[in-house]
């Protein structure tokens, strides 16, 4: 696992947390090997975003806008993800 992407275990969904200054490509990279979830805020941006393997396309795919705040982005993120039969892009 990349230096810059450390897990979020404390709830039943891991899903990684990207450090500012992590690539698009490396999060890209991370997801597509380890098929685990990632919150990140994109370069010029203030607000987290979810990236998640979808393996119906074999492609990664990223949701909306999940706010400035980490815990508050990580529990919607997991809410996200674990809507069954959901496209986390949608929201």
Known sequence: MPAK??????EPLDVGVAEPGTTWQEIDD???????PVLAV???AT???????????AMTGT???LGSDLHA?????????LQPQSDPGAG
Do not use: C, K, M
């Not at 992407?5 to 404390?10: C, Q």
């Not at 991370?30 to 685990?36: D, E, L, P, Q």
């Open 42 to 44: 994109p370069p010029d």
């Open 63 to 65: 949701t909306g806008d």
């Open 30 to 36: 991370y997801v597509r090997i380890a098929h685990n």
């Open 73 to 81: 982005a990580l529990s919607e993120f997991r809410a996200i993800l």
């Open 5 to 10: 992407i450390t897990v979020d275990a404390t």
């Open 47 to 57: 607000q987290y975003r979810g990236v998640y393997w979808d393996p119906s396309t």
